[in-house]
């Protein structure tokens, strides 16, 4: 038999001791031989206790986090989800992992997303990031940016990939718009610049008729401004 237990020395320290227990019928007299074999395990309860602590936080952290997190297998099978996430696509947790993420993805945007994937595979990459659309549960499109990257779990005999994923639909639809009014803009000044390079060639015809006339007149012909700047004159005139 084996217990833990605490026990506080003449300092009124606490130690954690393991102590295992025997027994075995004496062989000289009608009694029982009990033997103990104790050990002082408080550094190793110390590191217990750490490990919980940080289990704790990782936990919380993941739980908790403002971005959706997701981990799945390297088959992209969807083991695990965060609240996040799971708000962001509609999904239950045991949904999604009835799930393949490529399933999740809009088919014009898997191709990509799968050989970003096969590059993490094979070790080619250590992580990736991605802009793409994912379907809602009710079919609805969102936006999203992913960063994926591998790890190695002591609780799983092979690697896991781990994805941060954002939601970006408002930043996304915010560039559709700057983009359509970019163009509009575009077009506007295209065609701006059209009318007044039109405007600029009729001008220069005008001129061009009104400088043959006065060339073709046998009177002199001189056309000047109030302070007597001559703007205006044909040949007749500076004969």
């Not at 965060?82 to 393949?100: A, D, V």
């Not at 994926?148 to 994923?165: D, N, R, W, Y």
């Amino acid at each position: 038999m084996a217990i833990e237990y605490r026990f506080c020395d003449r300092d009124e320290n606490i130690h954690w001791i393991s102590s295992t227990f025997t027994s075995r019928r004496s062989e000289t007299s009608d009694c029982w031989i009990v033997t103990s074999y104790s050990m002082d395990i408080s550094k190793q309860k110390q590191t217990e206790v750490s490990l919980q602590s940080n289990e704790a936080l990782l936990s919380a952290m993941f739980d908790r986090s403002a971005v959706g997190i997701a981990l799945c297998d390297f088959n992209g099978q969807l083991l695990k989800t965060n609240s996040t996430f799971q708000t962001m696509l509609g999904y239950e947790e045991e949904e999604l992992q009835q799930l393949h993420f490529s399933e999740l993805t809009h088919q014009d945007d898997r191709l990509e997303s799968e050989h970003s994937f096969g590059q993490l595979i094979e070790g080619e990459i250590n992580f990736f990031q991605v802009e793409k659309r994912y379907f809602q549960k009710n079919g609805e499109i969102i936006w999203v940016r992913a960063r994926v990257s591998k790890i190695c779990s002591e609780h799983s005999q092979s690697p896991l990939a781990i994805a941060f994923i954002e939601n970006i639909t408002d930043r996304k639809q915010a560039e559709l718009v700057l983009q359509k009014v970019n163009e509009e803009l575009e077009l506007r000044v295209r065609e701006r610049t059209q009318e007044l390079t039109q405007s600029q060639a009729a001008l220069q015809n005008q001129t061009n008729l009104l400088q043959t006339i006065l060339d073709s007149m046998g009177d002199g012909l001189l056309v000047a401004d109030t302070e007597g700047q001559f703007l205006i004159f044909n040949p007749s005139a500076e004969r």
